[in-house]
């Protein structure tokens, strides 16, 4: 630091030591207390003695970088909330300190935003090329008029709230945003998201199409299974062929003399006509009335018996051993 430089630095302490303080006064432009984000404001600090001062600036008591008069944010964010205020020094080591000025204080609230819904439905695409768009700021109780943007350039019409896109206004089908506005504060909202419209309209038709086949489809499906349950009979009543019984009953033996006997089938001339088995070499037919020969006495006391009975009639023979 020169000689002189603290030659002046010294007499000012001095011009002070015995008098007030410097007065040192706050502006802030605009001067609102409640802020939107994206809102630019700026403080200036002002002293009403010569020049040659530093500045000091304060937000909620916490010393910032700045050292300039003036303190300007061109953005606003919610983080920007709070309490400011100023000082000036001089002198070396700082050896002169004014009083603080008064402390403003402001609050940044989150900026509306605004939303675009498209309001062409699903059912209007086969009988419509053109898309309707409708923008809107959302939980907001102000009233707002609205703007539109095609690739981030200001549509020059009327504010409206619905835009219409046709292939013939815009046969590229760009990129479509909207915005609003209003008089007062805060007097515009946040931009909406970018609507892309680009084969909007070819891709609802080709949806439609396959959701169309598929509803269509399912529906011929269900009218067949209904034709087929009432044209068709059940299994159950379909007549099946009975087969011939393998054996006649006696009824239908006597009303019918020529019927075919089922065991002729089995019984062959060449089983009537077998030759004699060796037990019939003898001659000798056996049959009901020929009588049997007896081997014992025992054999022989049971035919006498039986012949008393027979001549006895039905009366009961007692046999004892």
Known sequence: MSDAKWWLDIHMVQRYKGDAKPTVTL??????????????????CHINVSSGWEYQWYKDGRLLQESKNNLSIDS?????????????????????ISDKSETVTFKVDERPQA?????????EVFSTDSLVLECEVKNSTHMWNYTWFKEKTWLDQTPSKKHTVTPEDDPEQSLYSCQGI???RPSYSGKSESLKTKNLLLKRRILLSISGCLFFG???????????????????????????????????????????????DYITDADLNAPQKEG???????????PLPISSQEDQAAIT????????????????P
């Open 182 to 184: 209003r008089n007062e």
């Open 280 to 290: 019939e070499e003898d001659d000798t037919i056996c049959s009901e009335t020929t």
């Open 218 to 264: 399912i529906i011929i499906v269900f009218l067949g299974c209904i034709a087929l349950r009432v044209f068709r009979k059940p299994g159950d009543d379909v007549e099946k062929e009975e087969e011939p019984p393998l054996f006649l009953t006696m009824a239908q033996l006597k009303d019918c003399t020529n019927a075919i006997i089922p065991l002729t």
């Open 76 to 96: 606003v964010k919610r983080k920007d909330s709070g309490s400011y205020h100023c000082e000036v020094k001089r002198g070396k080591d700082s050896v002169f």
């Open 115 to 123: 939303s675009i819904t498209l309001l062409t439905g699903w059912t």
């Open 305 to 320: 018996n039986g012949h008393e009975t027979t001549e006895n009639g039905d009366a009961m023979v007692s046999f004892k």
């Open 27 to 44: 502006t802030q432009h605009p001067e609102h207390s409640l802020m939107h984000t994206e809102d630019s404001v700026s403080f200036c």
